[in-house]
């Protein structure tokens, strides 16, 4: 049984944020310095990881002019650490990718190196390497980690050896402490946006979401809209031969095909239960015709619970109706067809 990640509470966050900050107040000058980048959790309102990091890179730059910094971010895509910002006096980054593994095991001070040494010291794991020369000085590395995953990291390069001192590098872990704060708040807030309009399960639009979506619908613009009403026949007895675990399966798998079959351009939701719904762009004809294909799609492709069927009612959301009237009328002629014997699609006009 895999263990899901326990997203902490918005108090606890803040409680992080708050020790960070305490822990900078031991040294004045440093947190005068340090002090927009220390209120980030109370007062930035950045939209995006990368707006924390950038914010992170700013501050860095600012403390010293003779100093150089990177801060990276993670494409989880492509398993790789990516610079968001970067400045100061070398320029290019002297380290342009890291893995993600090897940034979450960033955290020393080194005194007599080079920045290049810093993934070089991994490179027969084939972790990439830059082709600059190497630049002597003084470097500390830090991970940034959100949510208990790494969000990014930051490499600081002074130009002379000896430039840091282990205070240094336990600030720079306390900015990268308050950083991944910030980042876990913006994920949290967001996720808390999407749940408002989407179903957790399937990542379709929720009823709410669906009705959102199609305010910004005019039913009298003049283009034909039809409303498909779908149902998993027998969905109870699916739920109990596969408990409810593998019901979910199946109503993920049922929803991303309706969802493709139904087009990019379609409004495609989870209305509630196994009950989905479309408003597709086309002549009634036309939407007849992709109704049945998808039901025959069903009948004859298995999911991963096996073979199920599907009913489609459908109807012409009229001009000036609202999406609730022309739904229910789809529903019930979903429901004339659960009675004539299922699998099919049935219209009403």
Known sequence: MVARAIRPSKDKLYAQAQAAIEDLRCDVDFFQRYQYIAELPSTFEPESDEAVLRAVCRFLLGLNADHSAWVYGV????????????????????????????????????????????????????????????????????????????????????????SFASRDLEQLRSLATVAGVTISAIRQRKHAEWLATHDELTTLLNRRGVESECERIEAADGEVRVVLFMDIDKFKAINSSHLHAGADQVLREVAL?????????????????????????????????????????????????????????????????????????????????????????????
């Open 75 to 162: 494409d989880h895509d492509r398993r790789l650490v990516y610079v968001v910002a970067s400045g100061g006096p070398l320029g290019r980054p002297a380290v342009e990718h890291l893995t993600i593994g090897a940034a979450t095991t960033m955290g020393g001070c080194v005194q007599h190196a080079t920045a290049r040494l810093i993934v070089d010291c991994t490179a027969e794991q084939g972790y990439p390497r830059s082709d600059e020369e190497p630049t002597t000085g003084s470097v500390i590395c830090v991970p940034i980690v959100a949510d208990a995953t790494c969000a990014g990291a930051i490499l600081y390069h002074a130009q002379t050896s000896g």
């Open 257 to 349: 095909r309706f969802q493709t079959a139904c087009g990019a351009s379609a409004t495609v939701g989870r209305w509630g239960g196994d009950e989905m719904i479309a408003i597709v762009s086309l002549a009634e004809a036309n939407a007849v015709r992709m109704a049945e294909q998808i039901v025959e799609s069903f009948r004859s492709a298995p999911t991963v619970g096996g073979t199920i069927t599907v009913t489609i009612g459908g109807t012409i959301w009229k001009a000036g109706e609202s999406l609730l009237v022309a739904a229910n009328r789809a529903d019930t002629a979903m429901m004339r067809g659960k009675e004539a014997g299922r699998d099919r699609a049935e219209f009403e006009t």
